[in-house]
């Protein structure tokens, strides 16, 4: 037995307690590694894409929206669902120009990451997009965003000021400024 092996858990029965269009809520009930059962409580969710684009000055284009879910107007990087079977790509593309209007002639996928795996499957694509051709937004239905293009260190302020809290963003900051001078493509 590997050592991975003994922390795995056995899936004994999965129960769907609710399915809607963007996520979906299962309980499943699991034998432990030491043998005893529980439930676990998983939010399913397609997975999605952030978008770190650079403008040819090296501003960060960014934007602003009121989440509902926290009652506030968040900084974000651009991100979206991935509709079914869309390529992760084409999933950035498509994001990026319907949420500022810019689209990259150069795009590059940087990392996979997950948003919060004690009690959700989502996995977020992060994306590095350059070269960038301003064209007409063309948002979703209900969605009101402002777009804002932001200096690295001036977001990274933003970050330590509290005042940018989404996770995603805050991922794909640090790793711009971590890594300053050495994405390729």
Sequence with gaps: MS????FQEKT??????????????????VKLPDGRETIREIVEH??????????????????RQFRKPVDEVLWELPAGKV?????????????????TGYYPRKIK????????????NERL???LAEDLEKRNKNEDAGEFIEVKLIKPNEALKL????IIKDAKTIIGILYLVSSKNSIEY
């Design 3 to 6: 050592e991975e092996d003994s």
């Design 12 to 29: 004994l029965s999965s129960t769907y307690i609710y399915q809607g269009k963007i996520i979906n809520l299962r309980q499943d009930k």
């Design 159 to 162: 970050v330590k000021e509290n």
């Design 83 to 99: 509709e079914p079977g869309e390529d992760l790509k084409n999933c950035a593309l498509r994001e990026l120009e319907e949420e």
């Design 125 to 127: 694509t992060l994306f």
């Design 109 to 120: 996928k940087l990392i996979t990451f997950l948003s919060t795996p004690g009690f959700c």
């Design 46 to 63: 397609p997975g999605a894409v952030v978008i770190l684009a650079l403008t040819d000055d090296n501003k960060i284009v960014m934007i």
